[in-house]
């Protein structure tokens, strides 16, 4: 088991930046597919970008160019960096971690961000 928590959440102007943290309480390096997801009111929860341990990233297709996810082993934290944010990538986003030898998964409790003017 693995506790994840995140932070970075917030409120900002269509078009501004923010960037998500997820520190995971114990070694992510090589056998966790981390990744973030997002739910908004009244739609189900859904992948925005996910970046294996040692594979290439992957991202929804309504934030490819605009969203960047990246991974330091060494402080066993997952990183989503959002530019030119949009009203409608308002969600709540939750850190998720895939024990790839175990298939065990685990969420963070998600962190609020809300884009508006």
């Known amino acids: 088991q693995v506790q994840l928590v995140e932070s970075g959440g917030g409120l900002v102007l269509p078009g501004g930046s923010l960037r998500l943290s997820c520190t995971a309480s114990?070694?992510?390096?090589?056998?966790?597919?981390m990744g973030w997801y997002r739910q908004a009111p009244g739609k189900q929860r859904e992948l925005v970008a996910g970046i294996p341990s040692g594979g290439p990233t992957n991202y929804a297709d309504s934030v490819k160019g605009r969203f960047t996810i990246s991974r330091d082993n060494s402080k066993n934290t997952v990183y989503l960096q959002m530019n030119s944010l949009k009203p409608e990538d308002t969600a709540v986003y939750y850190c998720?971690?895939?024990?790839?030898?175990?298939?065990?998964?685990?969420w963070g409790q998600g962190t609020q961000v809300t884009v508006s003017s």
């Open positions: 998720h971690a895939r024990n790839i030898l175990t298939t065990i998964e685990n």
């Open positions: 114990r070694s992510i390096f090589n056998i966790y597919t």
